[in-house]
């Protein structure tokens, strides 16, 4: 076995909902002398964020550090959005806050992912700032961003622009 039919095995756990399997492949690695590069952790993840394990992805995320391994903006993504599914804004933003220390760029889906999550538990002052933050990052302010910045103003009976 390689590192592919891993990927494929752990992407075909994700896809049949089977977080655990895929733990369990992905642990049984090293006694095949199969090395899990970032794709392999990205797929783990994915698995992982499917599942709506939104804590196993924050352990995960830390064990990938501990080795070595280096998060992309994928990575991140990915961990953003499960924290969105899991209802977790503030780890979500946490994460956000997280690239900055690691070197890694936000990109607009990573803001709107963040957008997503903040959206239903935070407060509109907390949108309104991710999408100020996006715009000072040069990534114009999507549709999501703008729809989620009206709907909690609109909840919090406030109005908020953005140009």
């Known amino acids: 076995l390689d590192t592919i039919t891993y990927n ?5 756990c994700e896809k049949g909902k089977n977080w655990e399997a895929a733990m369990v492949l992905f642990n049984s690695m090293p006694d095949a002398r199969v090395d899990a590069g ?21 352990v995960f995320l830390d064990s990938m550090l501990r080795n070595g391994i280096v998060w992309t903006t994928i990575t991140c993504n990915v961990a953003i959005s499960a ?6 804004w503030a780890q979500a933003l946490a994460l956000l806050d ?4 690691h070197d890694i760029a936000a990109t607009t889906v990573t803001y ?3 957008v997503a999550a903040v ?3 935070a407060s509109w002052k907390q949108v309104l700032q991710l999408v100020v933050d996006m715009r000072r990052h040069g990534w114009p302010p999507s549709l999501i961003g703008l729809a989620s910045l009206h709907a909690t103003s609109e909840r919090a009976g406030q109005f908020a622009w953005v140009q």
């Open 83 to 88: 924290c969105e599914k899991g209802g977790a």
């Open 112 to 114: 709107n992912a963040a």
């Open 38 to 58: 970032i794709v392999t952790c990205n797929a783990m993840l994915s698995a992982l964020e499917k599942c709506g394990e939104w804590q196993q992805v924050l």
């Open 8 to 12: 494929a095995a752990i992407s075909a």
């Open 98 to 101: 997280a690239l900055g220390h």
């Open 119 to 121: 959206r239903t538990g």
